[in-house]
């Protein structure tokens, strides 16, 4: 287990390494001068030259990455030109909004998912294995943002139990927990309907075999014998899924935070775009990928905690 790990940790500092060069790339192929694009064109040439020396650009691209990362390393992200504040204080205050979100979303699909998927797999062929199939095929198809308003209408604006919008920040948690409920729920239910149908697949494959026909022969019902025997070795593509998914919830959900006013990491960058503070939307877009590759070095890690044999490769 120790060398798996050992490997899949070099793997992570690799691709951190390469991500950060990448990201740090792209500013560069901006069209025209950064420092420009970011002032507009009606900036004064003093300006644009003071901004340039903030940002660094007068000094060779590989010397601006070395210090650039070697910043990074010492948590330092630089300043925001747009809200005149240290970047590292921004994306915490909305990775609190939008790790929340994404955590509160993935349990909310995994606690539907699971019985479904088990449920579905042990009536395969049935009307309840149609129904859910129905059921999660329209779950799919369903755009979130507009099941979303549909949730407001009801809750929100008709049933008044839940807020329409907004964050109160953590300094009530009862208040910050309710207010992220309804986006959570737009957000777990189409990803609960895809994590269903894969445990479906994952676990009829299972029972061609033997260990489950030696079950079966003990006498185990079909039930007992997918949750009891089939369910561990099904949960290999499932975690594949879960991590994926993580990963969209903390990245992907700019649509929803823009329809319920909240201040996470995605409408952060959707504003730094609009305003054209490279420097944020650069050090946002890294975080943002800097946790998808940890997500997926934490399934890497599930994957040998499920499966012992993966241990040895």
């Not at 755009?143 to 953590?170: E, R, S």
């Not at 029972?207 to 369910?231: N, W």
Request: glycine share 8%; charged share 15%.
């Amino acid at each position: 287990m120790l060398r798996y790990s050992f490997r899949r940790i070099l793997s992570l500092g690799l691709s951190l390494l390469i991500a950060s060069a990448v990201i740090f790339s792209v500013v560069e192929l901006v069209p025209g001068d950064p420092a420009s694009f970011m002032l507009g064109t009606g900036a004064q040439p003093e300006t644009i030259a003071a901004l340039r020396e903030q940002m660094g650009l007068d000094q060779p691209l590989p010397l601006r990455y070395a210090s650039w990362l070697g910043a990074l390393l010492q948590g330092d992200f630089g300043q925001s030109f747009t809200y005149k504040a240290p970047i590292a204080e921004l994306l915490g205050d909305r990775l609190q909004v939008s790790l929340a979100l994404a955590i509160l979303a993935l349990c909310l699909a995994v606690f539907i998912a699971l019985p479904v998927g088990i449920y579905a797999a042990a009536r395969r062929g049935r009307a309840g294995d149609a129904a859910v199939m129905g059921g999660t095929q329209l779950g799919i198809a369903l755009p979130n943002f507009w099941f979303a308003m549909l949730l407001v209408l009801l809750f929100a604006v008709k049933l008044q139990w839940l807020p329409a919008g907004g964050f109160p920040g953590w300094s009530d948690p009862l208040a910050g927990l309710k207010a992220l409920i309804l986006p959570a729920v737009a957000l777990a239910l189409p990803q609960a309907a895809i994590l269903a149908r894969v445990l479906r697949s994952a676990l009829i494959e299972t029972q061609g075999q033997d260990y489950i026909r030696t079950a079966r022969a003990k006498g185990l019902t079909t039930g007992q014998v997918l949750r009891r025997h089939a369910l561990r070795n099904a949960l290999i593509p499932v975690l594949t899924i879960m991590g994926m998914q993580f990963s969209f919830l903390l990245a992907g959900a700019i649509i929803i935070e823009n329809v319920f006013y909240l201040p996470g990491l995605g409408r952060l960058i959707f504003q730094a775009i609009n305003q054209r503070d490279l420097i944020l939307v650069q050090s946002a877009v890294l975080v943002l990928v800097a946790a998808v590759i940890t997500v997926t070095f934490i399934v890497d890690l599930a994957y040998a905690l499920v499966d012992p044999r993966l241990r040895q490769r």
